[in-house]
């Protein structure tokens, strides 16, 4: 004679089911309490770095609060801040033929060269190790050297002139 569940097996087993699924939603809960009760983690300061053209300046803000930080004079007649790539340094391109280099985050003057007449679209090659100027009063592209001397750091490295193309006609963008 074969013998089936006891009296009640049923009852025993749905309310199994029930604690089973009570447990899963209080572990939900607690979980989605939790995380609503952290604390959010501080904002991470960024800075901006602005050419200020009547002062002929670049200035480093804080935008956490809206402070300058630290601020290093420029070439009047400034236009851009670019950032080379791979390396800490903020190149300024003045309409003028000259370039300003500063290492950030503390705006630390590396360098200047003078171009020519003019100076006009600065592009980086994609590892940073080469820059190119349209210089459209001389007619000239000019590349740049950007890595300095062997051996140096990329925040320290002061860029050389490299190569001059002439071109005939007007030059307007690289």
């Known amino acids: 004679m074969v013998m089936g569940p006891g009296p009640g097996w049923k009852s025993r087993v749905g309310s ?62 400034s236009e851009r801040v670019l950032v080379r790539p791979h390396a800490r340094q903020l190149y300024v391109v003045a309409r003028s033929g000259k370039i300003t280099i500063a290492a950030f985050p503390h705006l630390q003057f590396v360098a200047a060269l003078n171009l020519g007449r003019s100076a006009h679209d600065l592009v980086f090659s994609a590892d940073g190790r080469t820059a190119y100027v349209l210089d459209p009063l001389d007619h000239e592209v000019v590349f740049l050297d950007c890595q300095g001397g062997a051996g140096s750091a990329p925040e320290s490295a002061a860029p050389r002139v490299a190569f001059r193309l002439h071109l005939t006609g007007t030059l307007h963008d690289l």
């Not at 200035?59 to 956490?64: D, E, G, K, Q, S």
Request: with cysteine; glycine share 4%.
């Open 16 to 77: 199994l089911r029930r604690f089973r699924r009570a447990w899963g939603m209080v572990l939900c809960l607690l979980t989605c309490l939790s995380a609503a009760c952290r604390r959010q983690s501080p904002l991470i300061p960024y800075t901006a770095y602005v050419l200020n053209q009547q002062s002929a300046t670049l200035v480093a803000v804080n935008l956490a609060d809206f402070h300058v930080t630290a601020g290093l004079p420029v070439t009047p007649l």
